[in-house]
């Protein structure tokens, strides 16, 4: 679990008591202080740490066995067969042409061969939700990336890391990949609603 995550969940348990003791001025002051400062190194780490000093993060290396849309990828991690949902992303269905389309040719351009996969969760469909990092020297983040292109959209109620926000009113801002035009694609959450409804 995220601690970002965990911070939000201890939070709602204390704001609802459940039987615990209230919540007093210092722990709320310790909650806040300790709330900063995740937010600030999962904001800025990148810029701060050299990468020379970081800590290699845990997560199993995987073999790319198929890339099926924009957010969705099958990987061979040792002898298992995982098919991933990337984290806090939603790509354009492959209905949706050519957004679909242009969004998975775009995760194939920037996956390598071999890549890590960091589980967040799993989704009610049984997939494992995760970030996916080249394994280049210098690693890639791709779940982001495909949110910088443009070839994605930030999925605000399964996301809470604020660099896909901030990635995403970029790419806005540029016009780039599917905010270059109005429409369903910019909200595939919508149009699978529409779709099965």
């Known amino acids: 679990m995220r601690p970002q995550t965990f911070l939000k969940q201890y939070l709602r348990a204390k704001l609802r008591g459940h039987g615990r003791s209230p919540l007093t001025p ?11 400062a995740l937010w600030a190194v999962d904001r800025w780490s990148g810029d701060l740490i ?5 800590l290699p993060f845990s997560g199993k290396d995987c073999r790319v066995e198929k890339i099926s849309d924009g957010d969705t990828m099958n ?9 991933v949902r990337l984290y806090c992303i939603d790509a354009p269905e492959m ?12 995760l194939q351009s920037i996956t390598t061969p071999t890549v890590k996969l960091v589980k967040i969760d799993q989704d009610q469909y ?4 995760g970030e996916i990092y080249t394994t280049d020297a210098e690693p890639r983040l791709l779940n982001l990336e495909m949110v910088e292109a443009g070839q994605a959209a930030v999925y605000e109620q399964y996301c809470d890391s604020p660099r896909y926000p901030s ?5 806005r801002a540029a016009k780039r990949g599917i905010w270059s035009r109005r429409g369903e694609h910019q909200r595939p ?3 699978r609603r529409r779709s099965r409804g």
């Open 26 to 36: 210092r722990s709320a002051l310790a909650i806040a202080v300790i709330g900063l």
């Open 50 to 54: 050299p990468s020379a000093w970081k």
């Open 75 to 83: 990987l061979r991690c040792g002898a298992q067969l995982v098919k």
């Open 95 to 106: 209905a949706q042409k050519p957004w679909g389309t242009r969004s998975r040719e775009h």
């Open 126 to 129: 049984g997939r494992t939700v």
């Open 167 to 171: 990635a995403e009113r970029e790419a």
């Open 189 to 191: 959450w919508d149009y």
